[in-house]
């Protein structure tokens, strides 16, 4: 609701989400409330019974000392008795709150130690140092959950250097193609090759550390310009911060801050726009010497001007280096050496654009409907 509260203005649901937090917040309270009067309970009970048992221990004491019975003494060693047993008891349900907090926290330490982690890497895994750059998929298929697949038996080859694009409708598994290419997903069936190197015979770091990424959720830290811009290559100069800045048509703006490359960003950038943002994190990428790049709507959040003087950086920052570029906006990929059509995790279209529009086909319609 906090990090919402724009939205929530912009549709007049001020008082429905009052209403909403009210009644978690009622729940909440009742919650902690049953669970202080039980526990606040338990002390209490056993310190009335153990005085209780004082008491009789006093009382009969009394009545058997004055039938001569028993001593003083006597009398004195019971109620030291009753102490001693006592103590631990009181002790015991002091801390049993405690207890109870404590395993409910163990139960929930246990639930994250059994999830599944990341598959480690094979004991000869390679580590990737100098290479070409060259991406093959074969016949792969990959579904988030065995019940829906998401991908469906796709075959890819990207060449060293070339630019492949690709294009679909939403949800149709694009973005699902770049989680498997940096293998935060391992597929189904099939597999996915970096020069001759299968995925799952390099190392994760060395195979993540040969991709750049600009994605359309863009991510910056509390600090400096600089160091966000920084982020990912050790021992970079002003210098080579600025080339990579003015390249992204940032550098103008970074000068006219109060402080420069020294201005501190607000966690996660909320103090720049959108737009900003991403002319920083593609800055970030071109810094960043990878082999292959990937572009994921990397210029959804500026403007057409902007846009075009960034594609034509970026085309001479992308040459040599494999790119791989998800688009909405089709005039951002007309040069592409290879464009993917998906629809349903299928490949149902590939080729160049002046190839793909001569063929009249989905990429064609996908045209049509943004420029005519």
């Known amino acids: 609701m906090v990090t919402g509260v724009k939205t929530i203005k912009a549709y007049a649901s001020e008082d429905i989400m009052l209403n909403r937090f009210d009644k978690n917040n009622k729940e909440a309270m009742d919650v902690y409330y049953n669970a202080d009067y039980f526990g606040t309970m338990t002390g209490p009970t056993v310190n009335f019974i153990n005085n209780l048992s004082l008491a009789f221990v006093a009382a009969f004491g009394a009545i058997l000392f004055l039938y001569q019975k028993l001593t003083i003494g006597d009398i004195s060693s019971f109620v030291l008795y009753s102490r ?102 391992d597929p189904d069936s099939g597999s996915i090759y970096i020069d001759n190197y299968e995925n799952r015979e390099i190392t994760r770091e ?52 109060p402080h420069g490359y020294n201005t501190i960003l607000n966690e996660d950038g909320i103090n720049i726009s959108k737009g900003q943002k991403q002319l920083l994190t593609i800055a970030r990428a071109m810094l960043l010497d990878a082999k292959m790049l990937i572009l994921d709507e990397a210029t959804s959040n500026v403007d057409t001007r902007t846009e075009i003087l960034i594609q034509k950086a970026m085309r001479k920052l992308m040459s040599g280096k494999t790119c791989f570029v998800i688009a909405h906006r089709l005039s951002t990929i007309q040069n592409a050496d290879l464009i993917l059509v998906i629809e349903d995790g299928n490949v149902v279209e590939q080729g160049t654009h002046d190839h793909l529009m001569d063929k009249r086909g989905a990429y064609y319609r996908m045209y049509a409907s943004q420029f005519e």
């Open 206 to 257: 060395s195979l993540r550390k040969s991709y750049a990424m600009v994605l359309q959720d863009t991510w910056l830290f509390e600090g400096t310009i600089f160091d966000n811009i920084a982020y990912g290559r050790e021992n970079t100069t002003q210098e080579e911060v600025m080339n990579a800045t003015k390249a992204a048509r940032i550098h103008s703006y970074i000068m006219r801050l």
């Open 84 to 185: 001693k047993f006592s103590g631990p008891i009181n002790e015991t349900a002091n801390i049993v709150n405690e207890l109870q907090s404590a395993l409910a926290a163990a139960e929930r330490v246990f639930r994250v130690l059994d999830e599944e982690t990341e598959i480690k890497d094979m004991d000869n895994a390679v580590t990737l140092s100098e290479i070409n750059g060259t991406v093959r998929i074969e016949d792969v298929s990959f579904g988030y959950t065995k019940e829906k697949q998401i991908i469906k038996s796709l075959n890819l080859f990207a060449d060293s250097g070339s630019l492949t694009a690709i294009v679909g409708p939403t949800g149709a598994g694009k973005t699902t193609i770049i989680n498997l290419l940096m293998r935060f997903y």
